[in-house]
């Protein structure tokens, strides 16, 4: 994007100056106490979903509290963004609760400045081209650190962001919906064949068994392309080309730019099966429309030998315990994970007799008109969603908006600005109203676990006002002192300052402001405070440390308390 298009009120930032950057890691894989305890969530990227923004990830593996603290990895808070950097560069997500990741992945720790969720998608539309770019190189398989945080951001007010962030979500969801809809059929297809045939693993149906082989064609068609196509184009299938279980990119090239080495030629129906070890999930039945396309060699072409068995043998090879038995093959092989055809054909699978597994293919047939439907609605939402995304950051999907809305704009910039000093304000005047006083003293130490609890338990917006870490009395906002300090230089709270976290007293200092400023709070923020307080108001110091502790004890891992054993008095 050229910088002199930015909009006006938009400006370039640094994502360093939009958070902190932290990199994951791994605890020892042999050291039991780090994972004998499930205690932190810990994912990688092969939990992330490509091209989504993620909310909820595929699998977890939980970590121990020691092995948080004595390993590399760090403590990401909720709502951090967290983004692949290593592997499957540009996979992107969001934190929805405190948890640690490999070292492949990067968590930022978003400020006041951006909403999460905004920076999130800025950094999904950059996933193809210039995430990958800073690396350094065109052949960079991890983006340095240094760069990523130099990565510049158009950045609108807040009001702007969030406008952006709410017609993406809708974009995305009916993209998600779509998607759902075609694993739905997916699903069906599995289904349909589990209740047929059994899982191909037990055999619970007691099948007759062989090896794959035996429902293969023994044909196996091989060309040089340079020799076959030396003066015109054809059609070349990568392992990278396949997605979901298909094929969705393939090549053309060109006899003189080919590979010198024999490819196979593949046909219609012709099942696609990748051989290494990371891409054992690389599978696809070949269209009508490839048909006599060139595929790499690290494909099995598996071809029916009768041509009504091309659906069985898909769902036999992409079964989890045709993968699982293919990767432990794999695996064995120290130099090359990877298998070789002979393994693939030799594999020892179960045979229905042919007329049910014809009728399998027939129904499935049938079912394809369906999953081509859902396909092209799915594809249809993606296309609009990537121009929405396009569009949002140079200005031109909310600029009508913007124009129209310049006066609400501006006050709403101003609220955000001053939203956390009034929550802070908010807070302490319900504790008063609560206690029938008009101004009550409250522990700094307190005000902090109220904000804390508010912001991991509250139903409001879903950007963080303060960023907590562990520290001595549990999840500790450096930034609140600062506010606290505004305040009391705009004569709203008074501050008796003790060394001590857990000393230090707030009071009120002029209760009729204090409810002029905070009527400018949202209602569901106002109700998030008077529930905050209705529900922890009444601990005392100790009581309201100690469910702080027992409810997030990954923010409780330095407290003096905890290492005493016992909470101070």
């Known amino acids: 994007m050229n910088r002199k298009n930015l909009p006006e009120g938009w400006r370039w930032v640094n994502l360093g100056d939009l958070g902190e950057t932290r990199m994951g890691g791994t605890p020892k894989t042999n050291v039991s106490k780090y994972w004998d305890r499930e205690e932190v969530i810990w994912i990688t990227p092969e939990d992330m979903q490509e091209g989504y923004v993620n909310f909820i990830f595929q699998s977890r593996r939980m970590i121990s509290l020691v092995g948080l603290e004595e390993s590399s990895t760090k403590l990401l ?8 950097t290593t592997a499957s560069i540009g996979k992107v997500g969001i934190a929805q609760v405190p948890l640690a990741t490999n070292q492949q992945l990067t968590g930022i720790v978003t400020n006041h400045l951006v909403n999460p969720i905004f920076l999130a998608y800025y950094l999904l539309h950059l996933r193809n081209d210039g995430l990958a770019n800073l690396g350094g190189t065109t052949t960079a398989t991890h983006i340095n650190q240094g760069s990523l945080r130099k990565l510049t951001i158009p950045l609108p007010p807040l009001p702007v962001q969030e406008r952006i962030v709410q017609i993406l979500q809708k974009a995305d969801e009916i993209r998600q919906k779509r998607k759902q809809a075609l694993e739905l059929v997916e699903v069906i297809a599995r289904a349909l064949f589990v209740s047929m045939f059994g899982e191909p693993g037990s055999n619970s149906q007691r099948w007759p068994t062989g090896p794959l082989n035996d429902l293969l064609s023994p044909e196996i068609e091989r ?15 990568e392992i990278a080309g396949i997605r979901d279980f298909r094929i969705v990119d393939v090549k053309r090239l060109k006899g003189a730019d080919a590979p010198s080495r024999a490819r196979q030629v593949v046909r219609g129906g012709d099942v696609l099966y990748s051989m290494t070890r990371p891409n054992l999930r690389k599978i696809a039945v070949v269209p009508e429309e490839l048909d006599g396309a060139i595929c790499t060699t690290g494909f099995a072409v598996l071809r029916p030998r009768n041509p009504q068995d091309s659906a069985f043998i898909f769902e036999i090879v992409k079964s989890d315990y045709f993968t699982d038995s293919m990767s432990r093959l794999a695996e064995a092989k120290s130099l090359y994970p990877a298998v070789d055809e002979a393994q693939v054909r030799q594999f020892t699978v179960i045979q229905p007799p042919g007329p049910a597994r014809a009728h399998f ?3 499935m047939d049938r079912l394809s008109g369906i999953t081509s439907l859902s396909r092209a609605y799915s594809e249809i939402s993606d296309a609009v969603f990537s121009s929405l995304l396009t569009r949002a950051f140079t200005g031109e999907l909310t600029a009508e908006w913007e124009a129209a809305n310049t006066d609400l704009i501006a006050e709403q910039q101003a609220l955000h600005e001053r939203l956390p000093r009034l929550l802070l304000l ?7 109203k ?5 101004a009550a003293t409250v522990l700094v130490t307190a005000l ?7 912001q991991m338990e509250g139903g409001a917006a879903r950007r963080r006002l303060y960023h907590f870490v562990p520290y001595h009395y549990g999840p500790f906002a450096k930034e609140l002192y600062s506010d606290l300090d505004k305040l009391q230089d705009e004569g709203l709270v008074r501050i008796e300052k003790d060394a001590p ?18 009527a400018a709070l949202p209602d569901e923020i106002k109700q998030d405070v008077a529930t905050i307080i209705e529900t922890y108001g009444d601990l005392d110091h100790n009581a309201l440390l100690n469910a702080v502790y027992e409810k997030y004890p990954t923010y409780a891992r330095k407290s003096r308390q905890k290492q005493k054993g016992r909470t101070s008095k």
Request: no cysteine; charged share 25%; net charge negative.
């Open 434 to 438: 609560r206690g029938g006083q008009s």
């Open 223 to 237: 060309v040089n392309p340079r020799a076959a196509f030396p003066d015109e184009e054809f059609t070349y299938i």
């Open 361 to 363: 293919g027939a129904v």
């Open 501 to 518: 976290e857990d000393k230090t007293k707030i009071t009120l200092a002029d209760p009729v402001r204090i409810d002029e400023a905070i």
């Open 77 to 84: 808070p909720p709502d951090s963004v967290i983004l692949s």
């Open 448 to 454: 902090m676990k109220y904000v804390f609890l508010l």
């Open 426 to 432: 908010a807070l302490l005047a319900e504790k008063a």
